[in-house]
């Protein structure tokens, strides 16, 4: 990998740019001359990006891996399993293969990253999708034990009732859109459409 590819993926890493690193790592890769630039290619780091951004394109990437890179590489073997983990919705598996692997340290701040943005996305849905839940079933979606889940959803204003051992969710309300009359026609026209077809 180029010196100059190393110092900005590094430097993104250490400003906590995570979403940059597939960016990155994707423009050196079209743009090198090398039609073998993936055989000396830090695959690991590359997939992890994708991962923390948009998990299909790491799927595509894995393919684009050549074989002998995915032999005998340890680390590499574990971020496929977190991609699995990931592609499938297999909550209980992607925390257990976060947390499985001892990371290399070029990694490590990576791994915190996707840890943290999955448990906030993780959340926020179960916000969207439950009006009352109990602490078990944010526990086992968030990898938390039971009282980690109950307070980081006390946090965000989810109220426990310790006579049914539920959380009421806090519902955020949502965010109101302001259309001008043509963008109202037009959002109009479209649901006129999507109901007609």
């Given at each position: 990998m180029a010196d100059a590819v190393r110092e900005a993926v590094s430097a993104a890493v250490k400003e906590s740019h995570f979403e940059l690193i597939a960016k990155i790592m994707d423009a050196?890769?079209?743009?090198?001359?090398?039609p073998n630039v993936l055989s000396q290619w830090p695959h690991a780091?590359?997939?992890?990006?994708?991962?923390?951004?948009?998990?299909?394109?790491?799927?595509?990437?894995w393919k684009r891996i050549p074989q002998s890179a995915k032999e005998n590489n340890l680390e590499l073997e574990a971020v496929f399993k977190l991609l699995q983990f990931c592609w499938n919705r297999h909550y209980a598996g992607m925390w257990q293969a976060l947390q499985a692997h001892?990371?290399?340290?070029?990694?490590?701040?990576?791994?915190?990253?996707?840890?943290?943005?999955?448990?906030?996305?993780?959340?926020?849905?179960?916000?969207?999708?439950?009006?009352?839940?109990?602490?078990?079933?944010?526990?086992s979606i968030c990898g938390l034990t039971e009282s980690e889940a109950l307070a980081s959803c006390q946090a965000l204003g989810w109220t426990y009732d310790a006579n049914t051992g539920m959380l009421s969710v806090?519902?955020?309300?949502?965010?109101?859109?302001q259309l001008d009359g043509f963008g109202n026609l037009q959002q109009l026209s479209s649901y006129m459409v999507h109901l007609e077809a």
């Open positions: 050196l890769e079209l743009e090198s001359q090398n780091l590359h997939l992890l990006g994708h991962i923390h951004n948009k998990t299909a394109d790491a799927r595509f990437l001892q990371w290399s340290p070029a990694l490590q701040p990576v791994i915190e990253a996707i840890t943290l943005k999955s448990r906030s996305e993780l959340v926020d849905l179960i916000g969207i999708s439950y009006s009352t839940v109990s602490p078990s079933k944010v526990s806090l519902r955020k309300p949502p965010a109101a859109v």
